[in-house]
Nanobody
């Protein structure tokens, strides 16, 4: 059964760094695309970025140059670790961060929309204090 579990959230001061992890298990797609999303209080869900099976990445303009997405896999889709490296955090990065998985689609300049992804994690909270 497909399962996504995020970890690594917490509280950090502005300018600091955090690394979020998402353990993806049971994914049956031979190739896949993974995404990070966030939702701040009172705001709509926002795409942070995505990575595909060829390790092509894309990022929202708001995080470009500060956030990096990477992944490790065991050669198949049985277990995948997805990461979100966040540097130079700002107050407006405060949100619940979630990872998502879906069938392969090439990641281009624009990441796939939320509707592309079939599986989601529960989220991990990131709070940035000024």
């Amino acid at each position: 059964q497909e399962k996504l579990v995020e970890s690594g959230g917490g509280s950090v001061q502005a300018g600091g760094s955090l690394k979020l992890s998402c353990e993806v298990s049971g994914l049956k797609y031979p190739r896949y695309t993974l995404g990070w999303f966030r939702r701040a209080p009172g705001k709509e869900r926002e795409g942070v970025g995505a990575i595909d099976s060829d390790d092509i990445t894309s990022y929202a303009d708001s995080v470009k140059g500060r956030f990096t997405i990477s992944r490790d896999s065991e050669g198949d889709s049985a277990k995948i670790m997805l990461y979100l490296h966040m540097n130079n955090l700002r107050f407006d990065d405060t949100a619940m961060y979630s990872c998502a998985a879906g069938p392969y689609i090439p990641v281009t300049r624009t990441a796939p929309p939320p509707s592309w992804y079939n599986y989601w994690g529960q989220g991990t909270q990131v709070t940035v204090s000024s």
